[in-house]
């Protein structure tokens, strides 16, 4: 009998294992807004509107209330400071003040001009109030009476407020910072254009400053004369606060729950596994657990050792999906979304190995799980693929998945001989335009464009071939290609016709140099430079615009370059090659993908 219970316990035993591996829901705190949190002397405190402080001095799983002496259940925001707490309320109680680790509390004398308070900042033994009249208040002995901070300057209303060795920060409702270093006697306005919505947070850490807007955060390493958005990995970009817990930056937000970097703000990643109310109002953390408190979700806590990055896999592909036929020449490609990537990298290729001159996307940086409005050819074959990329830059790959696009016959397009060219070599080389799944291509070439007697009528499956024999001296010949889709499917391409003049004849240059074109390079092989010898190498298009120019310097006998082609798209192009001495050679040659 023993051994049917030891799997059932097991089994039980890896469950609850694996929903701990998420946040938790405490129990005994009101459904209410947790407005603040605090971790001190081994003790979490919760301040929960219109119910005022709870306590728990065991992880969270147990809460008792520790109201004495606080005469309002609205209350806003707590600090530490020294060894003093400070509990501010935001009806006109102010400032409550404890020495005793809660069990107690007394007002603070009626200093304060404005006594809602919205928020509390500490820089050492001193402590800064923001009221929720947009007022801010200072005190340097430990909450029992405060100072008015001059904000004169400031004339938008002020909403959030940070505090770091004698600076003090203040963002407004317009998304204008302020910055004081010398306690508020004079303001210096360190907003850019980036800036320019609500700040709902500030934090200092160091000499960084992250400021949390409704659209997001911004991130300064030289007190505000820079700005760079950090918005990478963010679904949720309403900020409600920042927190550093270890090396990470910690934020909550207003819709999305809580994130958190490891690289100062450049990747968040989410970390929402078991909230449901993603309304982030604070934030606490001792040795073991994070504490989150939310608008009307209570508290959850978490193993601080599961904030780690994800081991990000490979994304699954969505669509096109693998083997599908008459997909739309215009494609959406779509994936699903993979936990811990920062971004995406798409490939689509002719062929499923990839080779560099098959491919017809090659985007990386992609942020969304979709890369849309993909133009391909009718009538074709595509690979694709996509990498999930994690912070660190590496890649995990999918499987690739092929598909078929729809059936439209197209016209082949002639690239060369193009129309009205002067031919004055042999071999000929024809080439046309690759139509997508054919039967056959037809090449004729013929002294009349009726094509009634044609020198050249062949059938091939390739978009190029050439013709060695039979081309006389100065005639004029005409060609076209026929493309087979089918028994029933044949299109003609227009004609294009070419002039022949001596052919055949190679100078001495010509003879010195020699050409071997393949699908991704060119090669020429120089035979018999003069010693020191400088050789430029110029490459132009159709519209005579250089796009690819070297030189070097030959040591005289035979010398091999090999130019990269790759990055040219299909056309016609024409290669330039001088020498020092004075030779020149022109070549024309055409590039199809």
């Not at 900020?239 to 490891?262: E, M």
């Not at 050409?515 to 430079?529: A, P, Y």
Request: charged share 20%; hydrophobic share 35%; proline share 2%.
């Amino acid at each position: 009998m023993k051994n049917y219970y030891k799997p059932i316990l097991l089994i039980f035993f890896l469950s609850s294992f694996s929903l701990f591996a998420q946040w938790e829901q405490l129990s005994g705190i009101p459904n209410s807004p947790v407005n603040d949190l605090l971790v001190a002397k081994n003790k979490i405190y919760a301040v929960v509107w219109d119910n005022g402080i709870y306590v728990s001095s065991d992880y969270g799983d147990n809460w008792v209330q520790q109201n004495e002496g606080i005469n309002t259940t609205l209350v806003k925001a707590i600090a530490l400071v020294n060894t003093t707490m400070l509990v501010g309320a935001s009806d006109t109680n102010g400032v409550f003040r404890s020495t005793d680790n809660g069990y107690h509390w007394v007002r603070s004398v009626d200093s304060l001009t404005e006594r809602s308070v919205a928020s509390f900042a500490v820089d050492g033994d001193v402590v800064y109030l923001l009221s929720e009249s947009s007022v801010v208040f200072k005190s340097t002995d430990y909450g029992q009476t405060w100072l008015e901070v001059n904000t004169s300057e400031i004339s938008n209303v002020i909403t959030s407020l940070a505090v770091s060795n004698g600076r003090i920060l203040l963002g407004t409702n317009t998304g204008d910072l302020y910055l004081s270093t010398d306690d508020g006697k004079n303001w210096t306005n360190i907003k850019n254009q980036q800036i320019y919505s609500t700040i709902t947070a500030l934090f200092w850490d160091g000499d960084n400053i992250y400021c949390g807007t409704t659209t997001g955060v911004l991130f300064s390493s030289n007190l505000g004369t820079n700005w760079f958005q950090r918005n990478l990995g963010l679904k949720a970009k309403d900020i409600s606060l920042f927190r550093k817990i270890n090396n990470a930056i910690v934020i909550g937000t207003k819709t999305g729950g809580v994130y958190f970097s490891l690289d100062e703000g450049r990747n968040w990643f989410e970390f929402n596994e078991g909230i449901t109310n993603m309304t982030i109002l604070s934030l606490a953390y001792d040795k073991y657990y994070i504490y989150v408190g939310t608008e009307y979700g209570g508290i959850l806590r978490r193993n601080i050792n599961e904030m780690k990055l994800p081991e990000v896999t490979a994304p699954v592909l969505k669509y096109p999906p693998n083997g599908a036929t008459n997909v739309e020449k215009v494609v959406n490609f779509a994936w699903d979304e993979v936990n811990g990537a920062v971004s995406y990298h798409i490939m689509v290729a002719r062929d499923g190995s990839f080779s560099s001159n098959s491919i017809i996307v090659d985007k990386d940086g992609i942020t969304n799980t979709f890369y849309p409005s993909v133009v391909l050819k009718p009538n074709s074959k595509y690979y694709w693929k996509v990498a999930s990329v994690d912070y660190q830059s590496n890649e995990k790959w999918s499987e690739v998945y092929s598909f078929e696009t729809i059936f439209e016959p197209i016209k082949p397009e002639l690239y060369f001989p193009f129309n009205d060219f002067e031919v004055t070599t042999i071999p000929i080389v024809f080439y046309w335009s690759d139509c997508g799944k054919v039967d056959k291509y037809q090449l004729q070439v013929a002294t009349s464009n009726d094509f009634q007697t044609t020198l050249v009528d062949i059938n091939t499956s390739d978009t190029t071939y050439s013709v060695s024999s039979g081309i006389e001296n100065n005639r004029t010949y005409f060609w076209r290609v026929i493309v087979y889709y089918n028994d029933t499917t044949k299109i003609p391409s227009d004609t294009f016709k070419f002039r022949t003049t001596v052919l055949g004849v190679e100078t001495e240059t010509e003879r010195e140099i020699h050409f071997e074109q393949t699908e991704t390079s060119m090669r020429i092989q120089f035979n018999d430079l003069q010693t020191k010898e400088l050789v430029s190498v110029e490459i132009f298009n159709i519209f005579g615009q250089s796009v690819r120019f070297g030189w070097f310097e030959s040591d005289g006998g035979n010398n091999l370059i090999e130019i990269d082609l790759c990055g040219l798209s299909s056309g016609f192009y024409n290669l330039s090659i001088r020498t020092s001495s004075g030779k020149r050679v022109f070549k024309s040659f055409v590039v199809v993908k």
